[in-house]
């Protein structure tokens, strides 16, 4: 038993002088490791320090085996004159100096993974270049939106001097990034060098946002305001090139794309609800003093399961004060209602109905919606309501509302999919993907819409003039039918026909109705 002891001795001491020699080279890697160079080589260090933990353990499970079969030669009484002799404390020291070395390599072996954690990840999900930490504290993602239009217009009846222009544009080419910040933090910045002749390029979102609050979120910037469903719908999902044209006009008046405010909002798979402060918009005209108004949203899916549901809505707007277009105390407040016919290519950006300014303290709007889809097969519809008061003015106020109805069927099956965080409807993801070497053909989709907007409001009859508190802001009704096309889920074609049919008396009783079709084609990239 003595002669084991001494061989046992050697053997621990063999595997110290091995372990020490790794943890040596251990030692020159990791404070090296803490200067952050670059990742790849952080990466190569950190592989190199668990090839060497891992042989160092392999070492001494090996040298513990040979422990094992030496005590049972020493027990036999062969080869015991090989053997010198070594006292119990030298074993005792090799041991402590072992089991030390033990604790270092878990205490290394945990540093590894703590670097492994911030390791930059690299992904590429739905097209979408994304950088991400593995602990997921920090992200980046690039950001684009490309929508390239083409429209031609058939005139018939048009007010005098009305011309529509056929032709091309970037409706919207964004590009910019989101991503997270320190876990609970997220942001997000587009910038669109897109739009017609008469839009320039500007910001189109810029905000930060705070998620620690797990279903409460705030959100500070420029941005679209949350307000309905299809406000909610981003402009990569949209069933037609626009949006129906009594939301349109709502979002105009304290939404839309680029709006500075700021909003708290919750959600979860089935309810979204929005509380908005909102100022002017971005790299708009400049004003002496800004609108400020509040916006809210509520809405709650109804979840049937297998691709059904059904979802109701509504949103309400109150300009507390309009933007003063003049210095001083009692500076003019207006607001105008205008809307164009559903589609942006004309470079002159020509609205058929305009209830032209109007002097107001406030203006008041509300919608009510429903959506829902079952399968394929997906609904939307929605009435909107305009009140405005006249600011130090003895005439009546004068309201106006709107309503659309529209739907689609997918042809090849898929099914729109909810979206919590927007609480709305997004595109069908192709289940065959467009390939001919795999015989896919992408997402097929057909769809059609009606809407109505009518902004006269006491507009009295034709051939008189209108009564004093009269707004002659004129009817706009359309029909729009389309196809849309998803070869994959980046990539998508809109090929849209619209009917439009104006009638609007002009302030001494004369026709300024008008007659309008459309066809428009759409080629879009996302990611």
Do not use: C
Request: charged letters at 20%; a negative charge; aromatic letters at 12%.
């Amino acid at each position: 038993m003595h002669l084991s002891r001494s061989f046992r001795a050697r053997l621990f001491a063999g595997a110290a002088v091995g372990a020490l020699l790794a943890t040596q080279a251990i030692a020159q890697d990791v404070p090296r490791r803490h200067h952050h160079k670059a990742a790849d080589g952080v990466s190569a260090r950190l592989d190199r320090l668990e090839r060497v933990i891992e042989e160092q353990q392999a070492e001494i499970r090996r040298l513990r085996g040979q422990v094992g079969n030496t005590q049972a030669v020493a027990q036999s009484g062969s080869a015991a004159q090989q053997l010198p002799e070594v006292n119990d404390s030298q074993v005792q020291q090799i041991q402590a100096e072992v089991a030390d070395l033990k604790r270092a390599q878990a205490a290394q072996y945990a540093d590894i993974q703590t670097q492994r954690q911030s390791d930059v990840q690299v992904l590429l999900k739905n097209g979408r270049p994304t950088l991400k930490t593995a602990d997921g504290n920090f992200s980046a993602s690039l950001r684009t939106l490309l929508q390239f239009d083409s429209a031609y217009y058939a005139q018939g009846k048009m007010p005098p001097g009305t011309d529509f222009s056929s032709g091309s544009d970037f409706r919207r080419a964004r590009l910019g990034f989101s991503g997270t910040l320190y876990k609970d933090w997220s942001y997000e910045f587009l910038y669109d060098l897109g739009g017609s002749g008469v839009e320039g390029a500007t910001i189109a979102s810029a905000y930060l946002q705070y998620d620690g609050l797990a279903t409460v979120h705030f959100r500070l910037g420029a941005y679209p305001t949350p307000e309905s469903f299809e406000d909610s719908t981003s402009a990569a999902d949209l069933l037609f090139l626009e949006r129906a044209q009594p939301v349109d006009l709502e979002r105009s008046i304290a939404g839309s794309d680029g709006r500075q405010g700021a909003t708290i909002f919750a959600y979860d798979d089935n309810y979204f609800v929005a509380g908005s402060y909102t100022g002017g918009l971005v790299g708009e005209s400049a004003v002496f003093d800004e609108e400020s108004n509040l916006v809210g949203r509520a809405a709650y899916r109804f979840d049937f399961g297998d691709d059904t549901n059904f979802a109701i809505g509504a949103d309400a707007t109150y300009v507390i004060k309009p933007a003063d277009t003049a210095a001083g105390h009692n500076a003019a407040e207006t607001i105008r209602f205008r809307e164009r016919p559903e589609l942006n290519v004309d470079d002159n950006g020509i609205r058929l109905i305009d209830t032209g300014t109007l002097n107001a303290n406030h203006v008041f709007t509300y919608g009510i919606e429903a959506a829902g889809n079952w399968h394929s097969v997906y609904g939307q519809g929605g009435y909107f309501h305009y009140d405005v008061d006249r600011r130090d003015s003895p005439l009546s106020d004068p309201n106006f509302d709107g309503w659309y109805l529209q739907g689609s069927w997918v042809l090849t099956g898929e099914a729109k999919p909810y979206k919590p965080e927007r609480g709305a409807y997004g595109s069908p993801l192709p289940i065959d993907e467009f390939s001919f070497e795999k015989l896919g053909w992408g997402a097929w989709e057909i769809a059609a819409r009606y809407s109505v907007l009518d902004l006269n409001s006491d507009a009295g009859f034709a051939t008189l003039a209108p009564p004093p508190d009269g707004v002659r802001g004129g009817e706009q009704k359309i029909w729009t039918a389309g196809l849309n096309w998803y070869p994959n889920s980046a990539i998508r074609f809109l090929l849209d026909y619209q009917h439009t049919d104006v009638s609007r008396l002009s302030s001494t009783g004369g026709d300024l109705g008008a007659r309008l079709d459309a066809v428009s084609l759409r080629a879009q990239v996302a990611f």
